[in-house]
């Protein structure tokens, strides 16, 4: 899976690009499979693709469940359940703390991937591994990441996060995975100012590499990770993004030291997305909000894409956003490091994905409605508009969409 979107605020805009719709259709019409006929979760809230094989997460019934699945039939391969036991993780439960997203991330190779999810182990005897507090009782819990097998479930490796006695209230949120660095960050769910913390573990055995107080983390590419530093701490970690004002900070992403920051630039900024060694920064100076590419690892300013509504990329070479007032679609393209500007409306204006220069358009609060999804190309050409649902995640093999406002899914085949 490879796709990121993000809502972001129009302004300059150049190179107007007007051609004859060249792109075919990406998805089969037809579905392999949905709920109905493979229901490994009833309502699915996340996605995501690897292989031949797809992570989805969601409610049931009994709570929150994960489940590993085969991509093209929807079989499951495995699953485990809120608070159910880690297999080999002595005694650790799946903690997802409130409705933290993502629940999971995935990394590795499709043939030997991991799927990374928070934990919550505790020092005393119970049947679920969740042990109820006494009334002034001291915390004897530790929360961290469990790196589980993609093939069976099984746990590869635990990275302690919160140690033993200072988990409390305290929750963790899964961030990014970077080449070889997974970010996580913590907070107290008291809206405790000092409880904010972003830190980095190491991929291939959970090892802490560093921590950095008071700041929430973003993104990792191109050996850079992009946290954001509140203008008030206490605001931020209350109100949580994107209530709170921030800056954008780029730390050496293997030893966590300051590369560069934006503060001298702007008054508020904030990472959204990333597209290969480049990154999508929200921005505002002077009352003016603005949306702009920067190199990863320098900061310097690559391009700027006016005020959109919402941009996304397919995380590798193509950044697309939609400007809100002329509902026209701006256009990134890595290699030519060009700004393009549809000659035509689009709509929806919202995007939900971004795959193979085809950009996906729906409007999320109607996901029932065919009548509000498209696939349009770089110069707004309309190649479908008549899609299964909201695109959730896609692939050179696969596509999942929502088709319901209550979270049911279909699955289909994507054209090579």
């Known amino acids: 899976m490879a796709f990121l979107v993000a809502a972001c605020g129009g302004g300059p805009v150049e190179n107007t690009i007007d051609e004859a719709p060249s792109l075919a259709p990406l998805v089969q019409e037809r579905a392999l499979w949905d709920v109905t006929s493979a229901p490994a979760i009833g309502t699915v809230g996340e996605a995501s693709l690897i292989g031949d094989t797809a992570v989805i997460s969601g409610n049931e019934r009994d709570g929150f469940r994960l489940a590993v699945v085969d991509a093209a039939t929807g079989m499951p391969h495995w699953g485990i359940g809120y608070l159910d036991p880690l297999p080999g993780g002595g005694g650790a439960v799946y903690f997802r703390p409130g409705n933290a997203e993502p629940g999971f991330l995935v990394a590795g190779p499709p043939e030997d991937f991991l799927v990374l999810v928070p934990y919550y182990r505790d020092d005393c005897e119970h049947p679920t591994g969740w042990c109820p507090r006494e009334d002034g009782e001291p915390y004897r819990a530790e929360e961290g990441v469990a790196a589980l097998s993609g093939k ?27 080449e070889n660095l997974l970010l996580v960050e913590t907070r107290d769910m008291n809206a405790t100012p000092g409880s904010l913390h972003t830190v980095a573990l190491r991929l291939s055995d959970g090892q802490e590499l560093w921590r950095h107080p008071g700041v929430e983390g973003r ?3 191109a050996g850079t990770v992009l946290v954001r530093r509140p203008t008030d701490l206490a605001e931020a970690v209350l109100l949580g993004h994107p209530f709170a004002d921030g800056t954008v900070t780029g730390l050496d992403a293997a030893s966590g030291h300051r590369r560069w920051d934006l503060q001298e630039r702007f008054s508020n900024s904030d990472a959204e997305l990333v597209a290969g060694d480049l990154v999508v920064v929200r921005t505002s100076r002077d009352g003016a909000e603005s949306t702009r590419v920067l190199d990863a690892a320098s900061g310097r300013e690559v391009a700027h894409l006016g005020n959109p509504l919402t941009c996304g990329s397919d995380t590798r070479s193509l950044i697309a956003c939609v400007d809100p007032l002329d509902h026209t679609l701006s256009t990134f393209q890595i290699d030519d490091r060009e700004v393009r500007v549809s000659g035509r409306e689009v709509r929806p204006i919202s995007i939900s994905g971004v795959w193979r220069g085809r950009v996906f358009l729906s409007d999320a609060f109607t996901v029932g409605d065919p009548a509000r999804r498209a696939v349009v190309d770089r110069s707004g050409n309309v190649l479908a508009d008549r899609l299964p649902g909201h695109l959730l995640a896609i692939s050179d093999r696969y596509a999942i969409f929502r088709t319901t406002d209550d979270g049911n899914i279909s699955v289909h085949a994507v054209t090579p």
Do not use: H, K, Q, Y
């Open 219 to 221: 993104i990792s590419t």
């Open 152 to 178: 069976d479930g099984s746990v590869r490796w635990m990275g302690p996060v919160v140690p033993f006695g200072e988990a409390g209230d305290t929750a963790i949120a899964l961030r990014d995975v970077g």
